[in-house]
């Protein structure tokens, strides 16, 4: 138990970014590793238990057994059996109620609630001892840090500080001492005090900690700069000291980080912005931290607002932050809305200028030129870096390269562009002597045996760039009524969807104002005029500006006086109405789906009939439908099917719907698998109490099979040695073989079968470096998958079904 406690924490690797854990436990894979000592660690304090155990009157008399019970207990929790678990720690609690070791029993049943994320039975214990008598102070450290994980856990930060603080009173050791003292200046810099967290990060400092966690504690030392503190240009100094360190080469992005962070809580936002864009350019392996530097540009922008590069450093950061990170889901809607954001206001910046380049010829012809003058500057760079490249090749080669890259005709496009140039003044001319003379004397040949076909160019040979011909951008413009309505329409459209997202992605009431009143000014006929007097109405009683509400108000009731938003604004009650309308046929839908997945098909047809008496014109008539459609295919005839979602195309052109009843109608024109109407069709059933079966998928050209049977033996010999498999190999189809694994009890054991299984690199490393397909399935969808052999037809359902890759 020490052992791998001991290795558990070696190999652990913290992200110093969150709050690190107050406790290490084994995660999911790390368990799976963990069976063959912690199986051999509860067999042997169970013959303990058992060939020395002396329960006299009710009385434990043997001084070890409690340390058994407690070493079972462990095991089972460092093998995530939490609930075999809390069965020891509450046997112990209870058969110790009276002595010392009762509190080690009631601190592992929270810590193990805890982990099951029970917090309230986890409190519960931890009261329990609050409650009675103190626990003895060498059991105070953990008990008050356990604690302390349980309020951090509950994001109860104060609390937490407390119990952490009390907790350094009695601790011992000093590897802990150095971890809580790091947790506690962490809480208190999520506090934004300062000077407190400062004080602990230089404890952890002075107690002499692994490089890691040093390097952290300096860094975050940084981050907890207070602009009145003392110390301000020791810290300055430090970093500085740490950016010059070789060794910290690949910390530089952390480093740029927290004096970035000096610099904004100096008001000095240029350099801040400066060493957050090399935090985030110098940053090698560490992504989350490129993340985090890309995250803090996007907000800063966003604050001010502009959302423009906000978009820029919101995507970059999305880029590289892991899923896991806390605010993962935030950050990933903000990033979308403000790519949206961000194509409409380039909708309307592009046609505008395009639409301004087709109306102005002197504007358009200064246009192209800059166009063209940018295109050949950034051809000559890329010929220069072409160069510049193969003259660092031909020098590792051994071939003298002299030309640097700077010779004219080195560059295709340039001498294209030449080429155009001068026949554009010259005409097509020979290539011969005095070829500017229109009257030319009799030349001498110096080279007769040159051909004329030799001496012209050959046209072929030189590459044109054509976004060097001013030509090429006339096909971009709306230099025809047509094309200048399409414009004008894109630029509607634009700027109806740019005033929708400032307001609901944003609620930035300005900029959603401004762009609502643009679309007014420039299209004042166009189909959006009522809508968008309606969100202008809208946004005036979110600001309390009530001339803007009279405004809008009067507009939509003089001018659309039947519409359903002057229904809404003169009768309060009518908005409700149709919401809670709405509402009912969603839940009414959500029934008719229920018994759709149920494959209660002549019910479903008797509630969509119903559903058109009752909700007539419903909003999800297209829905309806469909699923009508669907449910005709499973029990009509094929014709009778086909009529079906021919009616769903036409009726609802529009809607999603159309566009799935269309692909199923063209499967089935061309013969494509009569049974595939529908997705939604279930081949497989869902029985969690069946017996399950490992099956892995090997081609019948791997020769190794019986060594994988062995392997496979092997493992389970010293990973479930307490049950009992059987390993065979069965022929599938022409191109592959299956190893069955059998019989694991029910879904919950083949679960946690399969995921020993996947990480498990002592005994199946070779099989497992192979990615052939491998699941879990049960005795009865196995007599269907091995009817049908479609492997992957099953692996979708198998993981739809059990969330397991």
């Excluded at 138990?1 to 894979?29: C, G, R, T, W």
């Excluded at 350094?168 to 999520?190: E, G, H, P, S």
């Excluded at 892991?322 to 889901?329: I, K, L, V, W």
């Amino acid at each position: 138990m020490k052992a791998n406690h001991q290795k558990l924490l070696d190999e652990h690797v913290d992200d110093f970014s969150e709050l690190i854990p107050l406790f290490i436990y084994p995660n999911e894979e790390k368990a799976k590793s963990l069976y063959p000592d912690m199986d051999k660690a509860i067999e042997k304090c169970s013959e303990a238990i058992e060939w020395h155990s002396i329960y006299v009157s009710k009385e434990e008399h043997n001084r070890w057994m409690d340390e058994c019970y407690m070493i079972i207990g462990k095991a089972r929790f460092n093998k995530h059996e939490r609930y075999l678990a809390i069965e020891v720690f509450e046997y112990l609690a209870k058969a110790y109620k009276d002595k010392p070791e009762k509190y080690t029993a009631l601190i592992w049943l929270a810590r193990t609630h805890m982990e099951l994320n029970e917090m309230s039975k986890a409190e519960v214990y931890l009261k329990l001892m609050e409650e009675g008598k103190a626990p003895p102070d060498k059991f105070k450290s953990d008990y008050y840090a356990v604690y302390a994980d349980f309020f951090i856990r509950k994001k109860q930060y104060d609390d937490a500080i407390a119990k952490l603080e009390e907790a350094l009173k009695t601790t011992k050791k000093k590897i802990d001492k150095q971890r809580f003292n790091y947790v506690l200046a962490q809480l208190w810099l999520k506090k934004k005090e300062y000077s407190k967290a400062t004080e602990f990060f230089t404890k952890v400092m002075d107690l002499k900690p692994r490089y890691e966690m040093m390097f952290n504690a300096q860094i975050s030392r940084a981050l907890s700069f207070d602009v009145e503190g003392k110390d301000n240009d020791d810290i300055k100094k430090m970093l500085t000291k740490m950016q010059k360190d070789a060794k910290n080469k690949e910390f530089l992005d952390q480093i740029y980080y927290a004096l970035a962070d000096i610099a904004f809580k100096q008001n000095d936002e240029p350099l801040g912005i400066e060493y957050l864009k090399k935090s985030a350019w110098s940053s090698v392996g560490n992504q989350k931290q490129k993340a985090l530097s890309y995250l803090r540009l996007g907000e800063l922008y966003y604050s001010k607002p502009k959302y423009v590069p906000a978009q820029m450093y919101y995507d970059s950061c999305l880029a590289s932050l892991p899923e896991t990170y806390a605010d993962y889901e935030n950050i990933y809607s903000r990033t979308h809305a403000l790519k949206n954001l961000v194509e409409n206001i380039n909708i309307v910046q592009v046609e505008d200028s395009l639409q301004k380049m087709a109306v102005d010829l002197d504007y358009r012809k200064q246009a192209i030129k800059q166009l063209i003058e940018n295109e050949i500057l950034a051809e000559q760079k890329k010929a220069e870096l072409e160069t510049a490249n193969l003259n660092t090749s031909n020098t590792n080669t051994g071939i003298n390269a002299t030309s640097n890259g700077k010779w004219y005709f080195y560059n295709s496009t340039i001498v294209g562009f030449g080429i155009n140039d001068f026949q554009k003044n010259w005409g097509n001319r020979k290539l011969e002597d005095n070829w500017r003379r229109v009257n030319k004397q009799a030349n001498i040949s110096f080279d007769d045996d040159l051909t004329s076909t030799e001496l012209d160019t050959n046209d072929s040979d030189s590459v044109i760039n054509e976004k060097t011909d001013p030509d090429y951008y006339l096909k971009f413009l709306p230099l025809d009524n047509k094309k200048m309505d399409a414009s004008h329409n894109k630029i509607i459209e634009a700027l109806y969807s740019l005033g929708n997202i400032y307001r609901e992605d944003f609620t930035d009431y300005n900029m959603s104002v401004e762009s609502f009143e643009e679309l007014l000014t420039r299209y004042d006929t166009c189909r959006y005029v009522l809508p968008t007097w309606y969100n202008l109405y809208r946004i005036s009683l979110v600001t309390n500006n009530d001339p803007m509400r009279e405004k809008y108000m009067r507009l939509i009731i003089q001018n659309y006086p039947e519409s359903e938003y002057a229904r809404i604004i003169q009768d309060p009650t009518y908005n409700k109405a149709t919401r809670e309308g709405r509402k009912r046929v969603d839940n009414y839908y959500s029934i008719i789906f229920d018994l759709y997945k149920e494959e209660k098909y002549d019910v479903v047809l008797t509630r969509v009939d119903k559903a058109r008496a009752i909700f007539a014109d419903n909003h999800l008539q297209d829905k309806f439908d469909f699923i009508e459609a669907l449910s005709i295919g499973h029990i009509s005839p094929l014709d009778t099917f086909k009529l079906a979602l021919e009616n769903v195309i036409k009726n609802h052109s529009a809607s999603t719907v159309a566009g799935e009843a269309k692909v199923i109608l063209d499967n089935i024109n061309k013969g494509v698998g009569q049974n595939t109407t529908t997705n939604l069709e279930v081949k497989y059933t869902y029985k969690p109490d069946d017996v399950y079966t490992l099956v892995v998928v090997v081609p019948s050209n791997d020769n190794n099979t019986n060594k994988y049977k062995v392997d496979i033996s092997n493992f389970n010999t010293t990973f479930y040695k307490n049950s009992t498999f059987n390993v065979n190999s069965i022929f599938l189809n022409g191109l592959n073989q299956i190893i069955t694994v059998k019989e694991l009890k029910d879904e919950n054991f083949a679960k946690d079968y399969y995921q020993s299984f996947k990480f498990n690199e002592e005994h199946l490393q070779e099989l497992n470096s192979k990615n052939y397909p491998y699941f879990i399935i049960s005795n009865d969808n196995f007599v269907v998958f091995y009817k049908d052999k479609n492997v992957p037809d099953y692996l979708k359902f198998f993981t739809k079904q059990f969330g397991l890759e």
